[in-house]
């Protein structure tokens, strides 16, 4: 059973991650990561216009994801920003490649990335 999971998580980390086009992000003096998600359709647009809720949702990305977010360029999989981001932060990056996995994988759940 732990081979099978070993090639299962192998074939994820080879995945290539792509920012979804047309999101978008910016960095604070801090160099945290916020994404701003347009908040489109009939009953977003409904609930702006009466309940004054906002044309963009912000998403503030910690450390480590403000860290992996501009790294995302739709060439490195995650097996090569695991590298980056190991070297960056050393051991505090670990469990590395679980941390990662669960991170795309959240990424990926929103519609902020999509794999190669």
Known sequence: MGKKKEVI????????????????????EK???TLYVHNT??????TQKLFKKPEYTQVHLDENGSFIWPLIDGKKNIIELG???KEHFGEKA????DRLAQYFGILESYGFVEFR
């Open 9 to 28: 998580q192998a074939n994820y980390l080879e995945k290539i991650p792509v920012r979804q086009e047309g999101l978008k992000w910016d960095t604070n």
């Open 31 to 33: 160099g945290l990561v």
């Open 41 to 46: 359709g009939l009953m977003k647009k409904i």
């Open 83 to 85: 590298k980056i981001v």
């Open 94 to 97: 670990e469990p590395l490649y």
